[in-house]
């Protein structure tokens, strides 16, 4: 479907608005952030089903809070504006973030939201998995009120979330990473231009002595239909040293917690040989910030 042939569009000036509309109209309504997955999903005729627009560029939520428990940011943040963030650019445990932003090109980042990237729930995204590994939290709004929601609980199925019908996204927590914490992304693509056949995402706090008292592996980009956690490389990895072979293993644990898909782009084996490589190598890549940044 073209978005010139969409019914409806709405925009409202507040969120109890935007609640009333989705309550309303359901499935057939669809939330505009940034506009660069609706976009592409009506490029791809995608939109079936879907013939109401809701914008939310009007509800003022392009703010970033800085604080001592971390970042509050807004669902209409572009990816631009977030990148700038000081924090962003200089704690080594949100280098996972700050290495996922750099991969779009300038079109995405300035169109782009964060909102608009955990919304859409798709594993070929890089944001979302670089926020996974960092702990974050999706802040929604509805009806009886706004909630918090674990990243890692948010994505249901491929373009599913755990969202209600009368809520939507509002904006980000990022906690503060604790001392001794480092974080890496990484992920492989054809092109600049494209999106992930695989992305992994690590952060890692570690002691005085240099073992690992915390990790979080975060994998997407086709490794499963959602942006997932791999509980055997972050078993495998705490209370441990992270030597070279250490980090390895790690890459190989993930493959029992992943269901790659195959497509024109790769293969599921391709898939899962590279989401081992790639954990790898994001754990070295955080291992060589710590390095730097002491």
């Known amino acids: 479907m073209s978005l010139a042939t969409f019914e409806n569009y709405f925009l409202p000036g507040n969120g109890r608005e935007v609640v009333a509309l989705l309550q309303e109209y359901g499935e057939r309504a669809l939330i505009l952030a940034g506009g660069s997955f609706v ?23 392009a703010n970033i809070v800085t604080d001592p428990d971390g970042l509050q940011v807004g ?15 200089n704690d080594p445990g949100w280098g996972a973030v700050k290495d996922a932003l750099s991969y779009p090109p300038a079109q995405i980042m300035n169109a782009a939201t964060v909102g608009g990237s955990i919304a859409a729930v798709c594993p070929y995204f ?12 999706v802040k929604v709004e509805s009806n009886t009120g706004s909630r918090e929601i674990n990243l890692k609980d948010f994505s249901t199925s491929l ?45 890692i706090n570690l002691d005085r002595s ?44 993930v493959q029992v917690d992943i269901s790659p898909m195959a497509d024109h782009r790769a293969s599921a084996e391709y898939r899962s040989a590279m989401a081992s490589v790639l954990t790898e190598r994001a ?11 002491s």
């Not at 669902?75 to 650019?89: H, L």
């Not at 073992?211 to 959602?226: D, H, K, P, T, Y």
């Open 39 to 61: 976009h592409g999903l009506a490029a791809r005729d995608l939109l079936s089903g879907v013939d109401v627009f809701i914008d939310i560029q009007k509800l003022g939520l």
């Open 210 to 253: 240099g073992v690992c008292r915390s990790a979080s592996v975060a994998l997407g980009g086709g490794v499963n239909e959602i942006t997932l956690r791999s509980a055997a490389a972050e078993k495998l990895l705490e209370g441990q040293k992270l030597t070279d072979e250490l980090m390895k293993a790690a890459g190989t644990a």
């Open 283 to 293: 754990l070295q890549r955080a291992i060589a910030r710590l390095t730097r940044s």
């Open 126 to 137: 890089d944001l979302p998995t670089a926020l996974l590994a960092v702990g974050g939290k």
């Open 75 to 89: 669902a209409m943040t572009r990816f631009t504006d977030f990148e700038k963030v000081p924090e962003i650019q």
């Open 159 to 203: 373009f599913e979330s755990s969202l209600g019908v009368d809520e939507f996204v509002t904006g980000l927590v990022l906690p503060q990473p604790v001392s001794g914490s480092v974080s890496a992304f990484i992920k492989l693509a054809t092109n600049a231009n494209d999106l992930a056949i695989v992305n992994v995402a690590v952060q």
